[in-house]
């Protein structure tokens, strides 16, 4: 599989990752002049996945952000896009030589954007001198997420899950970008410069950069202003955000003296922005708009904001948008049931997509799932995708996504081929609380409505029963991460539902979670779950473990000893509860991976594992 891509500046070339064995890789790969259609492995001196792959503005460097044995704490690497070149050096560094999580945001000109985090739970937004590894610190706090820095300027994200917003960092002044909305997410958004190109230096057969006119803007006054002549008196920004609306889109805004102002460019009402990115010379916005968990591409000429039509995409999920420095090509991840992901190049004024190889990705695929619309208890409607084995199905499976705030969607999964070939039909439902149907549904699980999100799985497997696609003795639950809590949850309140379970890295005890998770994950879920001493009765009766005696189904545990998201011990308190009452369980737990357990050759040993126990429950 082939995924996040990174283009070069001049759209001459590309990284992007690779996964057919053993941990994800970078390769560098070339589109034009002498190395067109060659590619080389950016070689690291560390074992571990690579979770991403960024070409910087001048295109002279490649940063790797690596997760060293799948591990959740991450290091930043840095290779020159000279092939022949093959010297990595590591760059995150803490002045106390104690170690953390490094995450790579992106690039200002020619150092590394990046946040820090120590064992102290708090981040350092920081630039990075590749060459020296010399760290400036541009902002530090405990609840700061560096998303963008750019000749000066700064934007932080700041606030919990579910209530988080925008600063600007500019000068000597920290500014608030949007009036405030509780509730609302604002949580992407990219610095504008409209005085020189972010890009430095063009390659061979590289495009051509022009800037744009100057910009016009509008304050609320409603006269027109212009930033010509103005080089320090204004910054410009392109956010995502639901502030003041039930949808993320796409909103435009400036900050000069006199203060902020912005603008609705983009929305659609109904549905939500998933991601965008801007060309350097500001004339061209790729946007993915999330339509009922399917993606549609559309471009932006951000110089009138002209919006195109949506360009039909190869696959039904599209995802890592990036585009070159003049805007002459895109490059997306692209998936589906039927599509492994693959990286899909396009040009979007022509609209015609470019392919790069021969063979498309490889694995195992599915047909097409039906969307089935499930009918809560109160009345909710809970927006879900059902996969049907190719013969009468021996029972079915629920797999619930992780986050909460994460989304079941059309895309491709290794796992649910082998499960529909031996006849488990698999049903992937946005129960309350899911990402991509606007900020209402994110927020319908928050604390004591997490009951709520509990009986919601029930009444899937209810809609499962009623339709007569699954027979009521015949059903089982699974998730991940906090799908993996859900299914705990589901097997504990209603425990007469379900013939197994498989929960992979969830939580079990929502006080311990946060006793031993990252400090900066347990403070960024006060929100979503409660506080663990405010609201410590409301998580332990939320909680799986205390109920353990309830839960009857044959359980399989599964964990990657390398979690610090979710530590193991989640899983070992569940098993050694469940092993001491005489309940049916088996614990499967990876020594070399993490919280996504993202090896492939484990994945391989925990999809037949969880075939196998599937299998045995719906014939026994």
């Known amino acids: 599989m082939n995924y996040g891509a990174s283009l070069s500046p001049d759209a001459t070339a590309f990284a992007h990752l690779v996964d057919d064995g053993g941990f994800p890789r970078a390769v560098q790969r070339f589109l034009r002049g002498w190395r067109a259609s060659s590619s080389r492995d950016v070689e690291l001196p560390v074992v571990g996945p690579v979770l991403r792959v960024l070409h910087s503005a001048d295109g002279h460097w490649l940063a790797c952000e690596v997760a060293p044995e799948g591990a959740t704490r991450s290091q930043i690497w840095v290779v020159t896009t ?108 990219v610095i504008l410069d409209d005085h020189s190109p972010r890009r430095v230096r063009s390659g061979l057969d590289g495009e051509t950069v022009t800037l744009m006119e100057p910009h016009k803007y509008f304050q609320a ?14 910054v410009r920004a392109l956010i995502r955000s639901e502030n003041g609306a039930s949808h993320a889109r796409l909103l435009e805004v400036t900050v000069t003296a006199d203060g902020v102002s912005y603008h609705v460019v983009a929305e659609r009402p109904g549905y939500e922005l998933d991601e965008f990115v801007v060309s350097d010379d500001l004339s061209t916005v790729a946007m993915l708009w999330n339509v009922d968990g399917r993606s549609e591409l559309q471009i932006l000429e951000y110089a ?33 049931p039927s599509l492994p992901p693959t990286v899909e190049l396009v040009d979007p004024r022509t609209r015609e997509w470019e392919r790069i190889d021969r063979e498309p990705s490889g694995g195992p695929v599915t047909g097409t799932p039906t969307l089935e619309m499930i009918t809560a208890r109160d009345g909710l409607e809970l927006n879900s995708w059902l996969y049907w084995p190719h013969t009468e199905p021996i029972g079915a499976m629920l797999f619930l996504h992780g986050g909460p705030e994460g989304q079941a969607r059309p895309e491709y999964n290794e796992f649910y081929p082998q499960l529909l070939e031996a006849g488990i039909a698999v049903l992937t439902p946005n129960v309350r609380g899911s990402g991509g149907f606007g900020r209402a549904f994110m927020h319908a699980d928050d604390k004591e409505r997490r009951f ?22 015949k059903i089982a639950c699974t998730g991940w991460s906090y799908g993996g809590y859900l299914t705990l949850a589901a097997l504990t309140f209603h425990p007469e539902l379900f013939a197994a379970g498989i929960s992979i890295c969830g939580m079990s005890d929502l006080n311990t979670f946060y006793r031993n ?104």
């Open 82 to 189: 000279d092939p022949d070149d093959r010297d990595a050096r590591r760059i995150d560094s803490w002045p106390d030589g104690t170690e953390g999580t490094a995450e790579l945001i992106g690039w200002d000109g020619t150092k590394v954007a990046a946040i820090l985090t120590g064992d102290d739970g708090v981040g350092s937004s920081c630039l990075i001198d590749p060459g020296t590894g010399e760290t400036t610190v541009l902002d530090r706090r405990s609840s700061g997420r560096l998303v963008d820095s750019w000749q000066g300027a700064s934007l932080i994200r700041v606030g919990p899950r579910g209530y988080r917003e925008l600063i600007m960092l500019w000068g000597q002044r920290e500014i608030a970008l949007l009036p405030y909305d509780p509730g609302s997410t604002t949580d992407y958004g």
């Open 452 to 473: 709520a999100a509990i009986d919601d799985v029930a009444d899937c497997v209810q809609y499962l029963v009623d339709k007569g696609l699954a027979p009521a003795d």
């Open 304 to 336: 009138d904001e002209t919006l195109s039509e949506p360009i039909p995409l190869p696959g039904m999920v599209a995802s890592q948008l990036s585009i070159s420095a003049g805007g002459s090509m895109v490059a997306m991840t692209v998936q589906g």
């Open 221 to 234: 006054d409603g006269e027109s202003h212009t930033t010509e002549g103005t080089t320090e008196g204004y």
């Open 517 to 620: 998770t990252e400090p900066w994950i347990a403070a960024a879920a006060y929100p979503k779950y409660g506080h663990p001493v405010a609201d410590r009765d409301l998580l332990e009766k939320l909680s799986p473990l205390p109920r353990a005696h309830a839960l009857t189904a044959p359980l399989l545990l599964v964990h990657g000893a390398n979690d610090t998201n979710v530590p193991p011990s989640e899983s070992l308190q569940m098993y050694d509860a469940l092993h001491d009452l005489g309940r049916p369980v088996e614990l499967l737990m990876f020594a070399d991976d993490g919280h996504e357990i993202i090896k492939r050759e484990n994945r391989a040993v925990l999809v037949d594992a969880m075939e196998r126990w599937l299998v045995k429950a719906f014939t026994a």
